[in-house]
């Protein structure tokens, strides 16, 4: 099959962004703070840093985001180990929101969003998903900083992957939101919507949150009923995607429709229709007579929708 296969069978394409973690999460090295410390300091170490949905970067031709000891401007709050590239280890850090304006009058520096390094492919793809990974876990430090049992402040632990409770002795672990996103399929059509939020003229597939005691063919089940009407049976994954938008992974999946009158949720989409594999080839060669498009190749929905369209994706 050509670049649009099975995803889960074989390597993850290059413009999926996110889904290429390059490191060795090296998780038995987590609690030994001297060798952190150590690992931070040496010649070879470095460290990434966020500040809200933005990257901070070495401005200049190719932007720069790995920071050695000692570069990054103070204020920063947490760190966190991300893992070893060989013998180097890489850490994330981060500044409040409230310090963007500063951090970008900075001579040499610049806030670079993490969305816009992807669409446009600043960076490469490894680059990316350290950037996501150090983005979703320190938001989960910035969002959970009180202990859910009793309320008492938390500490980070670690290197980042706990938060602990000095009172009640509570452990927290990090936070990542399942989410469906598939394409329903019948009789050589497939389904996707707009959002009133999309890029004009932009169709993606249908997605939505996992929900407490649900697998996720009865969440691919019921968000496809829910938002389109349309009844679904045999579901089948596809690949995954993390999604640091604040924190979420991706489960792109097919599913076989069993119906076709769509009835459309119209607090959700502002429009879901049915399109054939043609029209979803040109889709993606953005050639669509209506000047329709699919999502950006750094987005699963492109790939999920291409594995269909292009490369003959059944169940």
Not at 41 to 61: P, Q, R, S, T
Not at 284 to 304: D, E, M, N, T
Request: charged share 25%; proline share 6%.
């Amino acid at each position: 099959m050509s670049d649009a296969f099975l995803l889960s069978e074989r390597r993850a394409p290059d413009h999926l962004a996110f889904a290429h973690f390059p490191l060795d999460r090296a998780a038995h090295r987590r609690d030994d703070g001297a060798w952190l410390d150590a690992m931070f300091n040496a010649a070879g170490g470095g460290c990434f840093a966020i500040c809200g949905d933005m990257v901070l970067v070495k401005a200049g031709e190719a932007p720069d985001a790995l920071f050695r000891a000692g570069e990054l401007p103070e204020g920063a709050r947490e760190r966190v180990f991300l893992g070893l590239d060989g013998e180097a280890a890489r850490f994330c850090t981060v500044y409040d929101p409230d310090r963007a304006e500063s951090l970008s009058a900075m001579a040499g520096l610049a806030l670079l969003p993490l969305r816009q390094a992807a669409i446009e492919r600043l960076m490469p793809s490894g680059r990316l998903s350290e950037l996501a990974a150090g983005k979703a876990l320190l938001h989960w430090h910035a969002t959970h900083r009180f202990c859910a049992a009793c309320g008492a402040g938390s500490e980070p632990a670690q290197a980042g992957w706990r938060r602990d409770c000095p009172a009640c002795k509570a452990q927290h672990f990090p936070r990542t939101d399942p989410v469906v996103i598939m394409l329903a399929v019948r009789d050589g059509q497939c389904l996707l919507g707009r959002q009133a939020r999309f890029p004009q003229g932009n169709y993606s597939c249908l997605a939505g949150f996992c929900e407490p005691g649900e697998t996720i063919e009865d969440a691919v089940r019921r968000e496809i009923l829910e938002e389109a009407g349309i009844r679904t049976g045999r579901v089948r994954y596809l690949a995954s995607q993390p999604w640091p938008f604040p924190a979420s992974m991706m489960i792109g999946c097919l599913a076989e429709a069993t119906s076709s009158v769509i009835t459309r949720d119209e607090t959700e989409l502002e429009d879901v229709r049915w399109f054939s594999r043609e029209e979803a080839q040109q889709l993606l060669s953005a050639s669509h007579p209506q000047g329709l498009r699919s999502p950006a190749s750094f987005a699963i929905a492109r790939h999920i929708l291409k594995a269909w369209a292009v490369g003959g994706a059944e169940f």
